[in-house]
């Protein structure tokens, strides 16, 4: 079956920096996703990966690595506005959207 | 730019009773689609239309209809709601027409619908 998985919470402290592991199984691969979702609020896109490396946007940085079935996004100088759930999906080989079941990052000051 | 827009925000549902939930973009994307969102699961797809005319069956169709008569609506009916319908519903959209593709998503607001 196809899988993704992430850490269910995370704790950081505002200033720091922290990363968010997403790791994944699924039948072929078109790119991996990032998404923010502040409580009650609709899922926003934050960054997208097809090829290996570090994708760099601003504060928010998103690696891929396909061999490995792995993607992290990490996020420097936390702000308390960073304090969300962030999801990982995956398009597979039938451009089928894979999600993840997010991770809640807290953020306490 | 309204975006996404879904209605109702919220609503309580008797089980046994109908209802459409509404959702209508304004960005003339080709692509729209039908989230549920459950606690400690990831979004799950109950319905696509990779364009105008034309419907698939996602992850968790099952007591859940669509109908996508033009590009801008793309409305989700419960024709008759049980408990396990309980959830907040998301609808989406992308500009090309793939099932969810290599572009970005678009969400609305979301609904958020018990059912007792």
């Known amino acids: 079956g196809q899988n993704i998985d992430q850490p269910t919470e995370m704790t950081a402290t505002e200033g720091a920096i922290v990363q968010i592991n997403c790791t994944y199984q699924?039948?072929?691969?078109?790119?991996l996703f990032w998404y923010q979702q502040h409580a009650g609020e609709a899922p926003t896109f934050l960054s997208y990966n097809v090829l290996d490396g570090l994708e760099e946007k601003g504060r928010f940085s998103s690696f891929l690595s396909r061999s490995k079935g792995y993607s992290y996004l990490l996020l420097k100088e936390l702000q308390m506005k960073d304090s969300a759930s962030y999801l990982c999906a995956v398009t597979d080989s039938n451009y089928q959207l894979i999600w993840g079941a997010g991770t809640k990052l807290i953020i306490k000051p | 730019t309204a975006g996404i827009t879904q209605a109702p925000t919220s609503q309580i549902l008797a089980a046994g009773r109908s209802m459409t939930l509404r959702c209508t973009q304004d960005m003339r994307h080709n692509a729209m689609y039908w989230y549920r969102q459950d606690l400690g699961l990831g979004l799950r797809l109950i319905h696509y239309?990779?364009?105008?005319?034309?419907?698939g069956k996602g992850e968790v169709p099952d007591g859940y209809s669509v109908s996508r008569a033009n590009t801008d609506d793309f409305p989700l009916t419960l024709a008759s709601a049980v408990p396990s319908q309980t959830s907040v519903y998301f609808c989406a959209s992308t500009r090309d027409g793939t099932s969810g593709g290599a572009s970005e998503q678009f969400f609305g607001p979301g609904t958020r619908l018990t059912v007792l």
């Open positions: 699924t039948s072929g691969f078109n790119g």
């Open positions: 239309s990779n364009t105008a005319g034309t419907t």
